[in-house]
């Protein structure tokens, strides 16, 4: 068995596509291993947005768990594909508790034109520190090397050394991070794995693990599936493309609710957001088709992605309480992980992927609700709501 720890719902879900893509027996859990067995095991957490320290926390738990139920379990340590992130403090939290001293690290996706040469990272040819990744406001990149960006992001950096750029063996202790610039630099790289290293890097590379384990062979036909027609659709993504999608849902008659200004404050009171929430909840008992959104536009004020964030999920877990939902739609990766936080819901089983990184799951305590979620700048897939 392969047990996954992300740290962010969407890229937990990538992985849960690949394996459905293959046919492969999957379970998903946010922040805990699932109860049901599987050939593959994902955990999503959001250590991305936690402090340093408890994301080192966070990983040090889940790899305990995972060890102490099964001592020669494979851990997959699936990361940003730019690093962003505490990736090395949470590599560190899985040497703690494997004990073993040697990983290896490939985030790059060159089909995704993410690529490292000469241990310089380039997005679509074009050096990193020099693209929007520049102004990230969480994990700028403020240099190239993939090392440096690695190092960079952990007060933790003097535990282990970094080996970055053209890597033949992995026979010293360390972190390995390989140059990949072409699909076929990936199955190399992962010739390069044994049993006694640690394992990481993007979906991309996860994919070439799994051939390499021949725990698959050929890829399954994608089934049809049945899509309800009453749905509620969450967005906390601010995309140009998820913007233009919700316009064009609501010229297919779907009510559209972004929160209204008074609610775009840091504090508002609870009473005024209740009466709004009813607004919403009447909406959908006609309709069975609702769209909520934060807003069009970036919030900004003290912490407001948070504030917002958490706004979103009280709406939600209200309306659940006053309509019927059985099938939610939602895109952003924060906001998936808070709003199934807050209606704990943390063990899922994947059913099918749409189109890469959107994957639909079953909520295991109630198999009539599906959730299908997907990064922000992704797109749906065409005709699946409209």
């Known amino acids: 068995m392969i047990t996954v720890i992300a740290d962010d719902l969407t890229g937990a879900a990538e992985i849960a596509g690949i394996c459905l893509r293959y046919g492969i027996d999957v379970v998903f859990g946010i922040d805990a291993i699932p109860e049901k067995p599987a050939q593959v095991v994902i955990i999503a957490t959001d250590s991305r947005s936690l402090s340093e320290e408890q994301a080192y926390k966070v990983h040090l738990q889940l790899a305990g768990d995972i060890i102490k139920n099964n001592p020669n379990q494979i851990i997959f340590k699936k990361c940003d594909s730019v690093l962003r992130g505490h990736v090395l403090t949470e590599i560190l939290a899985l040497i703690a508790i494997t004990s073993k001293s040697i990983v290896l690290l490939q985030p790059a996706n060159p089909l995704g034109n993410r690529c490292i040469s000469d241990g310089i990272y380039y997005v679509n040819d074009v050096k990193i520190e020099n693209t929007g990744f520049a102004t990230d406001p969480d994990f700028p990149a403020k240099t190239s090397l993939v ?19 053209m890597i033949h063996e992995t026979n010293s202790k360390g972190l390995y991070i390989p140059d990949c610039s072409h699909g076929s ?12 290293m640690i394992i990481g890097g993007s979906a991309a590379f996860f994919e070439q693990f799994l051939i390499k384990l021949k725990v698959v062979s050929t890829k399954k036909d994608s089934v049809k599936l049945n899509f309800s027609k009453d749905y509620l659709l969450v967005s906390g993504s601010t995309h140009p493309k998820s913007i233009a999608f919700t316009k064009r849902l609501e010229k297919s008659n779907c009510t559209v609710f972004t929160f209204p200004e008074h609610l775009l404050f840091e504090n508002v009171e609870e009473s005024v957001l209740n009466e709004w929430i009813l607004k919403v909840a009447k909406s959908y008992q006609i309709t069975k088709k609702v769209v909520l959104r934060i807003s069009n536009e970036i919030i900004e004020f003290t912490n407001s992605s948070k504030v917002l964030k958490t706004r979103m999920s009280f709406v939600v877990k209200h309306l659940f309480e006053h309509c019927k939902i059985d099938e939610i739609f939602i895109e952003g990766g924060a906001t998936a992980y808070d709003l199934l936080d807050k209606l704990n819901w943390h063990s899922f089983t994947p059913i099918a992927e749409l ?23 992704y797109e749906w897939p065409d005709g699946l709501l409209n």
């Open 147 to 165: 090392k440096n960006l690695l190092l960079g992001r952990s007060s933790k950096k003097d535990s282990i050394q970094v080996y970055a750029g």
């Open 185 to 196: 630099d990936l199955i190399n790289n992962v010739k390069l794995y044994n049993e006694d």
């Open 355 to 377: 189109a890469s990184g959107v994957v639909r799951m079953h909520y295991d305590n109630d198999p009539k609700k599906h959730i299908t979620i997907k990064p922000g700048s």
